[in-house]
């Protein structure tokens, strides 16, 4: 028989199952890949039950994303630690790894399910999405060594995501981009960003 009542430990320890259950098949075979019922039944619940925690499988997005964000800070923390990176390199590397997602175990949202997304999110929880926005990539850029200026934490947010959205958006959303030169055009554009990170990084240290 299907279990009828849950203590509330127990309904936190089953949201929080469920969050870490989709992230973990998210970061493996992307967002729109994995279905809900992929996820409750991993779980071991019922899909009625599932519905009881997150009304849609975008508010379990959220919670999946907040989740994933001190995973990507000690991610780039281990690679500035790997001895055979230099700084340039571990900083590439990570920004590479955004780009391809689930090629590499980091869930990355297309332009349309961004758009999913918040349209679900009350005024009050955009803002508390971009807060933790902000901070997570304030921490990226002190990882890096580059004093987490607010307008500095705001471009390098900008650089990042448009990064990111442009490679998972050619061709399907971004027809008119040519699909051959995307590759190249990630290269490039990460290679522009680490150039003004260590621009940045420089200037910092000249100053202390």
Same mark, same amino acid.
């Given at each position: 028989m299907p279990r009828v009542a849950y203590s509330e430990a127990q309904r936190s320890q089953i949201r929080k199952d469920l969050v870490a259950v989709g992230?973990?098949?998210?970061?493996k075979q992307g967002i729109q890949h994995t279905t809900v019922e992929q996820i409750y039944q991993k779980v071991g619940i019922s899909r009625s039950f599932f519905y009881s925690f997150f009304p849609t499988k975008?508010?379990?997005?959220?919670?999946?994303?907040?989740?994933?964000?001190? @995973?990507?800070?000690?991610?780039?923390?281990? !690679? +500035?630690?790997?001895?055979?990176? /230099?700084?340039?390199q571990a900083v590439t590397r990570f920004l590479h790894a955004c780009c391809y997602g689930e090629q590499n175990g980091i869930a990355v949202l297309t332009v349309e399910e961004q758009?999913?997304?918040?349209?679900?999110?009350?005024?009050?929880?955009?803002?508390?999405?971009?807060?933790?926005?902000?901070r997570l990539f304030g921490q990226l850029l002190e990882v890096f060594g580059v004093r987490p200026e607010p307008d500095r934490i705001s471009l390098f947010t900008n650089l990042c995501l448009a990064i990111m959205?442009?490679? @998972?958006?050619?061709?399907?959303?971004?027809? !008119? +981009?040519?699909?051959?030169?995307? /590759?190249?055009?990630?290269?490039?554009?990460?290679?522009?960003?680490?150039?003004?990170?260590?621009s940045l990084r420089s200037q910092d240290t000249q100053n202390q």
């Open positions: 992230l973990d098949l998210m970061t975008e508010d379990l997005v959220v919670e999946m994303l907040y989740l994933q964000q001190p @995973r990507i800070v000690e991610f780039a923390r281990q !690679l +500035l630690r790997t001895p055979e990176l /230099d700084w340039r758009q999913k997304i918040f349209r679900r999110l009350s005024p009050e929880s955009y803002q508390s999405f971009r807060e933790k926005q902000q959205v442009i490679q @998972r958006a050619i061709p399907g959303s971004l027809p !008119l +981009l040519v699909p051959e030169a995307a /590759d190249a055009t990630i290269d490039v554009q990460i290679n522009a960003i680490v150039d003004w990170l260590a």
